[in-house]
């Protein structure tokens, strides 16, 4: 069976916190975080926007991307974002959507 993995960030409402995570299920875990059900980060951070997300069908790859990203300049997270996203809209309609 195919399983997909995500890389991705969320946001604040004003692009000022960035939050990179992997997950197995986009939807649920943009809703996790969306809801502030799980404590952490973008609990307080109110890391609710999703603007970035890659796919990958290895764990291990995706486990080596989050960690890289997470290792990059803010200037250089917003490159990223920026050409993946450049409007910064929150993507998770379009990702739970197309999932």
Request: hydrophobic share 35%.
């Amino acid at each position: 069976m195919y399983k997909t993995y995500y890389v991705y960030m969320m946001t604040s409402a004003r692009n000022t916190a960035l939050y990179t995570g992997i997950t197995n299920d986009i939807n649920r875990r943009v809703a996790e975080h969306k809801s502030g059900a799980v404590p952490g980060f973008t609990q307080k951070y109110c890391c609710h926007k999703l603007v970035y997300y890659e796919e990958y069908s290895d764990v291990s790859q995706a486990i080596i991307r989050e960690k890289v990203i997470k290792k990059y300049s803010r200037a250089k997270k917003d490159a990223l974002i920026n050409k993946f996203n450049p409007e910064w809209e929150d993507l998770a309609v379009a990702a739970v959507s197309s999932k």
